[in-house]
Nanobody, 122 residues
């Protein structure tokens, strides 16, 4: 099973930016879909964004649309999430995941990273 490792989290003030990365131990299949989810403190894990590994079609949760950008570097097997205009409610552990369905349902993903903490506070 592929190993996924996130990095890039940290503490920022409201309005700040971060770039999250997720490095995979193996190259994805052509039909792979990769996604970011997040789990705010005391809440369930929720969908953030997804992208097809080939073809680049992306989809975002309404709460992050226009502020977050998902992208990938195919040769480097790396997924990114650029998070801008951060709000306190974006505070969460951010997870990357890999699956084969173009879906915001976390059940569609069978490989997960350990997560990286993003904290937005004054």
């Amino acid at each position: 099973q592929v190993q996924l490792q996130e990095s890039g989290g940290g503490s920022v003030q409201p309005g700040g930016s971060l770039r999250l990365s997720c490095v995979a131990s193996a190259r994805p299949f052509s039909r792979s879909v990769e996604a970011w989810f997040r789990q705010p403190p005391g809440k369930e894990r929720e969908f953030v964004a997804l992208i097809r590994w080939h073809g680049g079609s992306a989809f975002y949760a309404d709460s992050v649309k226009g502020r977050f950008t998902i992208s990938r570097d195919n040769p480097a097997n790396t997924l990114y999430l650029q998070v801008d205009s951060l709000k306190p409610e974006d505070t969460a552990v951010y997870f990357c995941a890999r699956g084969y369905e173009y879906s915001s349902n976390q059940q569609a993903y069978d490989s997960w990273g350990q997560g990286t903490q993003v904290t937005v506070a004054c």
